[in-house]
Nanobody
Framework: QVQLVESGGGLVQPGGSLRLSCAAS????????MGWYRQVPGKQRELVAT???????NYADAVKGRFTISRDNTKNTVYLQMNSLEPEDTAVYYC?????????WGQGTQVTVSS
């Protein structure tokens, strides 16, 4: 089992940057596929970016070229670097870990982009 704790959210002006972190506890972090998702009230949770155990990445079209997902297996942590933030990026961001049919979620961290 994996426990996930997100951090790094907050209030930022349009055009600004934030880096989210997701620290994982439990064993075998390196073999999990990791991802970031986001959700706004009244809408379904949507994929932002994923990274496989081998380091391959995938991004939602809305964030391509602005966001970068990465992982540090020595620290059991996955990151989401968010640049050129837009008001439309405002959401609760959730970290996810997947392996062998199991899926684990963090508690989420709020990101608000506003002037």
């Amino acid at each position: 089992q994996v426990q996930l704790v997100e951090s790094g959210g907050g209030l930022v002006q349009p055009g600004g940057s934030l880096r989210l972190s997701c620290a994982a506890s439990g064993s075998a972090f390196s073999i999990y596929a990791m991802g970031w998702y986001r959700q706004v009230p009244g809408k379904q949770r949507e994929l932002v970016a994923t990274i496989t155990s081998g380091g391959s990445t995938n991004y939602a079209d809305a964030v391509k070229g602005r966001f970068t997902i990465s992982r540090d297996n020595t620290k059991n942590t996955v990151y989401l670097q968010m640049n050129s933030l837009e008001p439309e990026d405002t959401a609760v961001y959730y970290c996810n870990a997947k392996r062998a049919g199991y899926s684990y979620w963090g508690q989420g961290t709020q990101v608000t982009v506003s002037s």
